[in-house]
Structure formats: C-alpha cells, structure tokens
C-alpha cells in the first residue's frame, strides 16, 4: 500500500519485478512470482526429500506416514485409473506435482507470500502443459482420428473446433488465475482498507475461505478439468 | 555471451497485475520449466518410489494369493484323493471283516463240533469209567459181603455146629458157590 501525495491510499496488487537479467541480449524479469515459484519449489522439494527420508524403508504393514504417501499416490492412481483406464496412469507423477504446486501456490497467502497462481503467466503455464498433454495423448492414442476430429461433424466446423481447443487453456488459466487474485486483492483490501478492529480474526476466517477453501477447490477443478480434457482427447 | 543482472530499482521495470508482452511469454517458459522441474524432482523423490512400492506389494500379494488358491487346489485334490482312498480302505476293511466274520464263524462252528464230539467222547468215557467202577465196586462189595459173610458164617458155625456138619454146610456152599460163578 503507497500513499500519494494527495493523500489517496494507492493498492499495489501488482506482480513486483525484483531483477532483470539479460541474457545475450535478451532482458528477462525475474518476477515475485518466479521468486515465490522457487519457495515453494524448495519446500516441496524439501518436504519430499523429508518424508523420503522418513520412509527410507517401506514397512509392508505401513503406518503413520507411509500410510499417507500411499493414500495419496493411490488417490492420484485411482482417480486417474477411474477417470481414463490404464491409458492415463504414466500422468499420476504430473498431477501430483501439480496438485501439489497449485495448492501450496494458493494457499501461500495465508504466510504473506503472494500466490504465484495469481499471476496469470503461471496459470497459463500450467494450462499450456495441460494443453500440450491434451495433443500427446490425443494423437498417441487415436493417431489420425484426433486429427480428424477437428473436422467433425463436417469439415466447415474446423475453425470452430480449433477455436474450442485453443479456448481450453485459456478457460483453465484464467478460471484459476480469477479465483486466486480475486482472493488477494479481496484480502488485500481488507488488511489495507479496513479499520483496525477488523484486523483480528476476521482475515483469519477469509483466510481460511479465500486461501484454504477456494484454494483446495480451485486446484480440484483444475486437476479435474485437466484430467477430462486429457480423456476426451484418447477417446 | 552478454550476462548481466540489474538489481538496482530504477533500473527494474515496475510490476503489473497482466500483460500480453514478450515478458509474459518468457514468465510462462520459466514457470513451465519450473513445474516440469517440479514434477521430475517430486515424481524421482517421493511418487515414484512411492508407486514401486504399491506395486511390488501388489504383485507381492497378487503371487500369494495365486500360490495360496494353488495350494489350496492342491489341498482339495488331496482331500479328494485322500477320501477316495478313506472310502476303498472301509469298503475294503468291510471286506475283509466280512470275511474274518464268515471265518471266525467256520471257525467257530468248527470248534464247536470238536466241542460237542469230545464232549460226547469225554461222556461216553466217562460213562464208561462211571459202568466200570461200579462194576469194580459192585465186584468189592460182593467180595466184601462174601468175606464178611463167610467170616461170620464161620464164627456162627464155630460156636452153633459141629465138625460134620461144617464140612457138609462147607461142601454145600462151594457147590453152590461154583454154580453162581459159573452162571455169572
């Protein structure tokens, strides 16, 4: 928050650049949002590194932690065994990591950090693998029939089908990418705006709306969606 | 190659909340470059190995189980077996009780007869013994009777009659006694 010289308050939702490189003349910002991309990076990845040390030795009647790991991998397995047959089982790995990155990405607020999903560049990344996932598998397993079925029911519907393809990640980018600014500028505005007596429990409870909530749903839908997108495409 | 990184804020452009710019397109390389990072280290660390597990277990379980339904297959034809051959062994054991039974009672039979003829024989003998020991004692008793008899006969002759007629009474009676003995 900034206060200009007339004395209005000025909201700063903006995706701070904190370097710039340049790369054989090529200027690259580092944004917050790489920034906090690489935290929560190495949190997970300090976190796997964690409970992979903790389960150095798989029991075969599993407790405690291995019991979750299993849970979860199976979940991830299941529900893609469920959703596509054996045919989606190699994407258990990418999904789990995505899971896993949107929702400690969207649930980041809650330590200060500003969720790299509120960034758009990072919801259309996301989106784009999707995107590019829906082509693989698609031609892998129809092979010219994908192809085809951009020229169904009749081959004047291609620039419709190429257009409802295309719209795809943008949808998925731009659902997630909403949800998770809308929530910080929504918290922002009241850890700014509102008067200091709201400052005590109240965020605690749009926290766990804005951050936990919708956090845990919006990567839900974007897990899901994905994961039907990748299926119609091998059907 | 030209590498420099500016740290200084003027020279670092200001944020923005979107924009559709070449900045944007190198933001969402590198954050797809990171979450393909992302999703190689926790896929290597934690899903995969993770993965392996369940599914070693699960083949793990899968050949027990299919070595247990083997062995119990193996179990059932044993069993079968085992009462075919409980079900031989009776009809067999019937078998040979029914003829140790038709045996025995041959047998029986046998020594029942042997029974009954030596019993017959030891009667028979018996009775036999039984004739001739009471021929023996008939005979002893006559001989006694006759001894007696002939002892008191002759204490009565001694004192009732004379020397004559002894003789003659002795005469009579030897006449008489071989004429029994004869008979006899």
């Known amino acids: ?47 796997a590194l964690f409970l992979r040390f903790k389960l ?8 405690g932690l291995q019991n979750a790991m299993e849970a979860v991998v199976e979940i991830f397995d299941g529900f893609l065994r469920n959703s596509g047959g054996e045919k989606l089982m190699p994407l258990g790995k990418w999904f789990f990591a995505v899971f896993a990155f949107i929702f400690v990405s969207n649930i980041s607020g809650v330590v ?75 918290m922002a505005l009241v850890y700014q705006l509102a008067p200091i007596i709201f400052q005590f429990g109240i965020p605690a409870v749009l926290h766990a709306y804005f951050d936990l909530f919708m956090g845990a749903l919006q990567t839900y839908i974007f897990c899901v969606l994905s994961i039907m997108f990748i299926k119609g495409a091998t059907e | 190659m030209n590498f420099k990184i500016a740290l200084l804020s003027g020279l670092v452009p200001e944020g ?3 924009g559709l710019d070449q900045q944007t397109l190198i933001s969402i390389g590198i954050q797809l470059l990171n979450v393909c990072i992302l999703a190689a280290a926790l896929g290597f660390i934690l ?23 083997e062995k119990m297959d193996q179990a059932e034809k044993l069993k079968a077996e085992y009462e075919k051959k409980l079900q031989e062994i009776d009809s067999e054991r019937i078998k040979i009780l029914e003829s140790a039974r038709l045996a025995a009672a041959e047998r029986s039979r046998h020594i029942i007869e042997e029974a009954r003829w030596e ?9 036999e013994n039984i004739i001739a020991e ?19 006969a002759g204490k ?14 002795f005469d009579e009676a030897m006449a008489q006694l071989e004429e029994t003995a004869w008979l006899n």
């Open chain 1, 1 to 47: 928050m900034s206060v200009l010289p007339g004395g209005d308050i000025l909201l700063d939702f903006r995706v701070d650049n904190l370097w710039v490189l340049q790369i054989g003349g090529v200027e690259i910002w580092i944004t917050r949002t790489i920034f906090n991309t690489w935290i929560i990076m190495l949190v997970l990845i300090v976190l």
């Open chain 1, 56 to 63: 150095r030795r798989f029991e075969e009647i599993p407790r």
């Open chain 1, 112 to 186: 200060g950090l500003r969720p790299p999903t509120a960034d758009w560049a990072t919801t259309f990344a996301l989106a784009l693998a999707t995107f590019i996932l829906i082509q693989v598998m698609g031609i892998k397993y129809r092979k010219t029939g994908y192809v085809k079925s951009f020229f169904e029911p009749l081959f004047i519907f291609f620039p419709l089908n190429l257009i409802g393809e295309l719209a795809r990640p943008v949808s998925l980018s731009f659902r997630l990418f909403g949800n998770i600014l809308a929530g910080t500028i929504l």
């Open chain 2, 16 to 18: 923005r909340v979107f």
């Open chain 2, 47 to 69: 899903y995969k190995p993770v993965q392996e597990f369940l599914r070693r277990r699960t083949d793990k379980i899968s050949s027990q189980l299919k070595e247990a339904q």
């Open chain 2, 119 to 127: 019993a017959t024989e030891i009667r028979r003998r018996a009775h």
């Open chain 2, 134 to 152: 009471r021929e023996r004692l008939k005979e002893e008793t006559r001989l006694h009777i006759i001894e007696i008899a002939s002892l008191l």
């Open chain 2, 156 to 169: 009565f002759i001694e004192h009732a009659i004379d020397r004559e007629a002894q003789d003659r009474l």
